[in-house]
């Protein structure tokens, strides 16, 4: 019997107009924001310390939707869950049946392939996770970090520039040209776009 680790919940951060005000789990986060409101004319955004995306929350005492569902914000399994009884015949292992669209002349180069198609497709997608592992981890690291610098700072000064150096793998102009911004905003972009600097 193969037993599953459920996913760890992903932390959040929220700021207080530019002031970073909280952070934890979606649980651990809520109870903060209760515990310390803020005034209404202060801007409250929260963000995905993954993703770098702001989400919606409803600190209402009655909005029991989000009070103990740490996972809400984990995106949906890829693959569904395998089914408690075993069919007769070869185990699935997890595999989903997809339609792909290839040409003729790939068809026919997978059909010379030791165990098939399918087992050569499989191959091949591993290989190019693990080869593409740290550009892929840079990439979603970039996107993360302008999710929130264009959330945060679209209006401070030189976020063009800031965009264009994000992009363009260049750590030291980047950081030079968001010195300037608000402490905390910084920071938190900075720790965001960390790991974009190394699969460039």
């Known amino acids: 019997m193969t037993s599953t680790t459920p996913a760890a919940s992903p932390t959040l951060t929220a700021f207080a107009g530019l002031h970073r005000i909280a952070s934890g789990t979606r649980r651990e986060l809520l109870a903060q924001l209760r515990a310390s409101p803020q005034p209404p004319d202060i801007l409250l955004r929260v963000f995905n310390d993954t993703t770098g995306e702001r989400l919606d929350f409803d600190l209402r005492p009655d909005a029991v939707d989000n009070i103990d569902n740490d996972a809400a914000d984990i995106p949906p399994p890829a693959e569904p869950e395998m ?21 003729p002349r790939h068809w026919e180069w997978l059909s010379r392939q030791s165990g098939g198609a399918s087992v050569a497709l499989r191959k091949l997608v591993e290989e190019a996770r693990k080869s593409n592992e740290a550009r892929d981890t840079a990439r979603s690291a970039r996107e993360a970090a ?31 040209l968001v010195e300037p911004w608000p402490e905390d905003v910084r920071t938190y972009l900075v720790k965001l776009a960390d790991a974009s600097w190394y699969g460039a």
């Open 146 to 176: 302008y999710r929130f610098m264009t959330e945060m700072g679209g209006d401070f000064p030189d976020f063009e520039e800031a965009s264009r150096a994000l992009f363009a793998g260049d750590r030291a102009r980047f950081e030079s």
């Open 83 to 103: 089914p408690a009884t075993r069919a007769v015949g070869r185990p699935k292992l997890g595999v989903v049946a997809r339609e792909v669209t290839l040409l």
